[in-house]
């Protein structure tokens, strides 16, 4: 079983950075999945990216390419999401989840509020 703790939010202004992190205990291979997902008020939980744990390979929704970065430090057991140049349609409830096998995030961290404003 894998425990998710996440970090890291709060307000900032267009244009600005914030940094989210996550850490996790519990068993974690090299093959897992960290990924990170977001939910806005109204709107559908939306995948933002992720990173494998062992190779560091990560993948973006095209909404964020360019913008974030995920990052892991395998030392600590923690992934960061890294935001940069922040729009208000940014803001939402970000969370992050691990991949342990198969499609599906099968572990989720509590949450992290992320506004941005105008």
């Known amino acids: 079983q894998v425990q998710l703790v996440e970090s890291g939010g709060g307000l900032v202004q267009a244009g600005g950075s914030l940094r989210l992190s996550c850490a996790a205990s519990?068993?974690?291979?090299?093959?897992?999945?960290m990924g990170w997902f977001r939910q806005a008020p109204g709107k559908e939980r939306e995948f933002v990216g992720r990173?494998?744990?062992?190779?560091?390979?990560?993948a973006y929704a095209d909404s964020v390419k360019g913008r974030f970065t995920i990052s892991r430090d395998n030392t600590k057991n923690t992934v960061y999401l890294q935001m940069n140049s922040l729009k208000p349609e940014d803001t939402a409830v970000y969370y992050c989840?691990?991949?342990?096998?198969?499609?599906?995030?099968?572990?989720w961290g509590q949450g992290a509020q992320v506004t941005v404003a105008s």
């Open positions: 989840a691990t991949r342990t096998g198969g499609y599906q995030y099968d572990y």
């Open positions: 519990g068993r974690i291979l090299s093959s897992y999945a």
């Open positions: 990173i494998i744990w062992g190779g560091g390979i990560t």
